[in-house]
């Protein structure tokens, strides 16, 4: 995982993405909320809720490199 978000954070930086609070606690919130609750992972059991933690994790990991990756943050 340190691997594909030090890339995906290389990624938004090179794109000049902007990154502020929001994306650091909104879209890992919703990335677990989306997988475990809108796609069913629930019926899935602690495997289900293993992989929507995960699915947040990364995009909480992504956001936060590509916020210290970006010059005069």
């Known amino acids: 995982m340190d691997r594909y978000t030090t890339l995906a954070a290389e990624q938004l ?3 000049r993405t902007p990154i502020g609070w929001p994306q650091l606690l909104l879209d890992p919130t919703w990335t677990f909320l989306r997988t475990y609750f809108l796609k069913r992972g ?11 933690w995960m699915g947040a994790l990364y995009q909480f990991l992504k956001f936060a490199k590509a916020r210290f990756m970006t ?3």
């Open 13 to 15: 930086v090179a794109s």
């Open 42 to 52: 629930f019926l899935d059991g602690m495997e289900g809720m293993a992989i929507a």
């Open 71 to 73: 010059p005069g943050r």
